[in-house]
């Protein structure tokens, strides 16, 4: 499913128009983007929760010519699935 088709299910679900479930989504979208830049974590009890992992600095390597490259440090979004929406992808 994409962007698109979210869209038109949500709105269908909600019985509003397409727009409207569009600036929906995109408000939660830059709400939780928002959030992680500021390195807060979001937490929907039941479905998961969005957070910042650190990842370290390394040593890497071109696959191409094999030669050592420093992989700088980074920070990365991380989704962590509650119990709820493992149940339901698991037909619990």
Sequence with gaps: MNKGEFVEALADRLD?????????LSSVLDIVAEQLSKGD??????FGSFEVSKRAART????Q????IEIAASSVP??????TL??????K
């Design 16 to 24: 509003v128009s397409r727009a409207q479930a569009d600036r929906a």
């Design 41 to 46: 974590k979001i937490a929907f009890t039941g």
């Design 60 to 63: 890497g390597r071109n696959p």
């Design 65 to 68: 010519t094999g030669a050592a």
């Design 78 to 83: 991380k989704f962590t699935a509650g119990a």
């Design 86 to 91: 493992k149940a339901a992808v698991n037909g």
